[in-house]
């Protein structure tokens, strides 16, 4: 039995390790302590080299940092433009006819792009946004499928210094137009549609209906891709294609202040209303290059990168625009869903292209075992040398199972922790150096300060608490659109002097890192705090488990009861009174989940983040709301239904 004041620790007993493999560490750019010596030694200087090494810069800086908590400017008064440090430089070194993005629609229409060739698209975007009256400092919404024109038309408004707000085209109307409202944006970049799942998903109708409500847009963009009707208004909307034809193929990089806006992305804020997280130019290119090429041990000459995010989420604008870009790598884009026309379609992917370095969401990882290894055998992964996994915390069967099967015991396994807000990752092994441990985000990296305090804001040593950042860093936002008091309570109210993330960590008898997802994910019951990670965590250990969700529902007798939503593997089958039992043994009676419910799968954004939300209000019979940002909706009915004829067990 616990202390009524700590989380039960189940995942931080994990005992397996896995050191880096001698012939990966062989050819690594990270093999030792230096990195994180220097910046024990000088933070401002360490992220000074990083800076100069990475990026190539106009007009150097003055000032490498300007610290008046919680406002932070990095390299004040240097000069530099990202899509000249994505394309031109690599094409004016001579690597004009690499290739820079494997585009694979998921019909199977593909594309090759190399560097000059999208230096060239974009140069001609960026004149096309200037030809609708773009001027610096504009903001342009972007609502997109995930083709090629969505990186380029990023990078287009990189160049002429007009700051871009990019919306994940699974979202609403209502979404795009709190957003394009909040950013008051001028030009409106999408498609008519897109593919998934084998058919089209019609984009621009849903634009429309936010332009209505989007008195700022005075222009929309629209791509070709999926041939859908569309209606287009006269002198309002333009066709891609055609405004392209008629660009010139010109246009010099804009000069832009270090601390200039790049972006605005939006995250959910818990009043409802989005926050527009702000990100700004030297700094955020210094660290997502820096840890794109140390984390992912990128060798630019010989790496092929896949990343399957969507470019609507942080962690596409980081990791498939402006890291890999900025560090001249090949890569691959996907446009669809990991099982149209099978579920081994990012397994062929892999095997077409030669992937070496794959990264993917837990939520992805699980799905996988459900579909089981028989998948992944069916194709050649030998070209694999590194996977990461992004998102949330990954159980640590699911890691192994990942480590298995899809890195054939082979592949070290960087597991990052980092958020929109930070800009890039901050938590995560070095491949060429950490000795890992399924589950484990291990360690924070080199220019990165951390500290876990419990709720004096008194830092812990060992056990759980909040994970808290103490230092600045480059990537960091700066601020919240519109709305500076947002920003300072949100983020720096909660613990002084540091930024809170939300999240809650646990510290291990080896100093690791072990993150328990957010700390509203924490549920009290009978004054018992339990981490919804460590009991999906416990179900997913059971060999018939592939996938499982945890919420706590409100309880007359216990405060909270944990209900849990179980996805079984292919072929297997067990009961609940077993899984029960499972939990219990792995943690506690006291984690026992109240009720247990077998769904062939759980409801999921099209991004493949777990809706939770809606899981509780099944738990509760409360009305669900808005689901249309589920890749799904008869997910939700049918767990409703079997919530309805399944009665927990005492």
Not at 235 to 264: Q, T, V
Not at 414 to 431: A, C, F, H, R
Request: proline letters at 5%; charged letters at 20%.
């Amino acid at each position: 039995m616990t202390d009524n004041n700590d989380t039960i620790d189940a995942l931080s007993h994990e005992n397996r390790t896995f050191a880096p493999p001698a012939a990966f560490v062989a050819q690594a750019h990270v093999t030792d302590d230096s990195l994180h010596s220097a910046a024990r030694a000088d933070l401002e200087s360490f992220w000074a080299t990083q800076a100069s090494k990475l990026i190539s810069w106009q007009q150097p800086w003055d000032t490498v940092l300007e610290w008046d908590l919680p406002y932070a400017k990095w390299f004040v008064g240097g000069k530099l433009n990202v899509a000249e440090n994505c394309l031109d430089r690599h094409v004016q070194a001579g690597f004009g006819d690499k290739v820079a993005i494997y585009w694979e629609g998921e019909p199977g229409d593909t594309r090759v792009i190399t560097y000059a060739e999208l230096l060239a698209e974009v140069e001609r975007f960026s004149n096309v946004l200037k030809g609708l009256g773009v001027r610096k400092g504009d903001r342009i919404n972007i609502y997109m499928p995930m083709v090629p024109e969505a990186a380029v038309a990023m990078l287009a408004c990189a160049r002429i210094g007009a700051p871009h707000s990019v919306v994940f085209g699974g979202f609403s109307s209502q979404s795009l137009v709190d957003r394009i409202n909040d950013a008051e944006a001028k030009v409106l970049i999408t498609a008519d549609g897109g593919y998934r799942r084998g058919e089209v998903f019609p984009l621009k109708p849903a634009a429309d209906e936010a332009v209505a409500q989007t008195p700022s847009i005075e222009h929309v963009v629209v791509v070709k891709r999926g041939n859908n009707d569309v209606t287009m208004v006269e002198g309002r909307d333009h066709w891609y294609h055609e405004l392209m034809a008629d660009a010139a193929p010109s246009c010099p990089p804009e000069s832009m202040d270090s601390e200039d806006l790049l972006f605005l992305l939006y995250t959910s804020g818990t009043t409802g209303k989005p926050k527009g997280i702000m990100h700004t130019t030297g700094g955020y290119l210094t660290h997502v290059a820096y840890t794109h090429r140390n984390v992912f041990d990128l060798h630019r000459d010989r790496d092929v990168y896949w990343c399957t995010a969507d470019v609507g989420w942080i962690t596409g604008h980081s990791y498939i625009v402006y890291g890999p870009l900025a560090n001249g790598a090949t890569q691959v884009m996907y446009e669809g869903v990991p099982n149209y026309p099978g579920n081994d379609r990012f397994w062929a992917i892999v095997e077409k292209y030669r992937v070496t370095i794959f990264y993917t969401a837990p939520t992805a990882i699980r799905t996988f075992m459900k579909w089981g290894a028989d998948e992944p055998s069916k194709h050649d992964l030998s070209s694999l040398r590194l996977l990461g996994t992004v998102g949330e915390p990954i159980n640590p069967e699911a890691w192994m199972w990942y480590h298995e099967n899809i890195g054939g015991g082979r592949c070290p396994i960087v597991d990052t922790w980092w958020q929109t807000e930070t800009g890039g990752i901050m938590i995560s092994p070095l491949p060429g150096y950490t000795t890992t441990k399924p589950g484990s985000a291990t360690f924070p990296l080199p220019g990165v300060n951390i500290a876990v305090v419990d709720d004096a804001g008194q830092e812990v040593e060992h056990g759980g608490g909040y994970l808290t950042l103490t230092q600045p860093w480059p990537g960091m936002l700066r601020g919240i659109w519109g709305d500076p008091q947002r920003f300072v309570d949100t983020y720096w109210s909660r613990f002084e002097g540091s930024y809170f993330a939300g999240d809650g960590a646990r510290l291990d008898d080896d100093g690791y890192l072990w993150l328990l997802g957010r700390v509203d994910d924490v549920m009290n019951v009978s004054g018992h705090r339990i981490s919804t990670t460590e009991v999906e965590s416990a179900l997913v250990s059971h060999p018939a488990v592939a996938e499982a969700a945890v919420v706590g529902a409100n309880d007359a007798t216990t405060g909270q009861a944990i209900f849990a939503y179980v996805t079984l593997r292919g072929g297997q089958d067990v009961d609940v009174s077993t899984l029960r039992d499972h939990v219990a043994t792995e943690i506690g009676a006291i984690a026992k989940p109240k009720a247990i419910f077998f769904t062939p799968d759980l409801p999921k954004t099209r991004s493949g983040k777990i809706m939770r939300r809606l899981l509780r209000d099944v738990a509760e019979g409360r009305n669900l709301g808005d689901t249309t940002t589920l890749a799904d909706a008869s997910v939700v009915d049918e767990l409703q239904r079997r919530a309805a004829e399944t009665s927990s067990e005492d």
